[in-house]
């Protein structure tokens, strides 16, 4: 692909909520990423002038006013662009607050939509919050915050030997896929209640 072809991907916003500034950060990299990757460019100086030019005038400004970020020397050249995405991603980080998405994590709960865009948006904040154990806390928070209170039944009742397969599983049976899937199990194979949860 020719590294002039015109992109689709915009500026980086960096007068956004400045909670979310870090999530926004690391989101509008992989899309850059992509296009690098999509363009073939491999020159390291070329990565960081693209960088900056997609990014705008506030990504600019941002990073004209790290120190370091900007290495100009013969001896950095080869390494301009990993420089300036080290420097950018510790800048944004310090933005980021995990108490924060932890928050927001722990207030979501399922509303009039189904349990696969309940999960669904429970993994979208669940990627912001930095946990040790993301599918621990998902199991969690569907417990709490699940509308289901036969699903919330048959994972308290497996306990600890709970998987999020097996949630997603259940939890997806009420759906016309869960259904479809059941019925298509029984042609294959016996099948007892509550047998997703037997280990």
Known sequence: MNPTTTSSLTQFD????????????????????????????????????NLLHHGGFGLQEIFYNI??????????????????????D?????????????HVFRLMKQEEEGFGKFLLRLRNQAGKCKFGNVEEN??????????STEL???ILA?????????????GDSKSGIGRIWRNLSKFFRPQEPGEFFNV
Do not use: C
């Open 158 to 170: 497996a306990g600890d030997a709970i998987t999020l397969e097996k949630v997603i599983i259940t």
């Open 152 to 154: 919330r039944k048959k």
């Open 67 to 88: 120190p370091g970020a900007n290495l100009t020397d013969q001896e950095n050249e080869a390494k301009a662009f990993e420089i300036a995405i080290r420097k950018l």
């Open 90 to 102: 510790e800048y944004f980080s310090l933005k980021h607050s995990k108490v924060y998405e932890r």
């Open 138 to 147: 998902l199991i969690d928070q569907i417990v709490e915050k699940g509308s």
């Open 14 to 49: 960096v007068e956004g909520d400045i909670r979310s500034v870090g999530i926004r950060w690391e989101k509008w990299k992989r899309a850059f990423l992509i296009y690098i990757e999509a363009t073939g460019i491999e020159d390291s100086l070329k990565k960081r002038a």
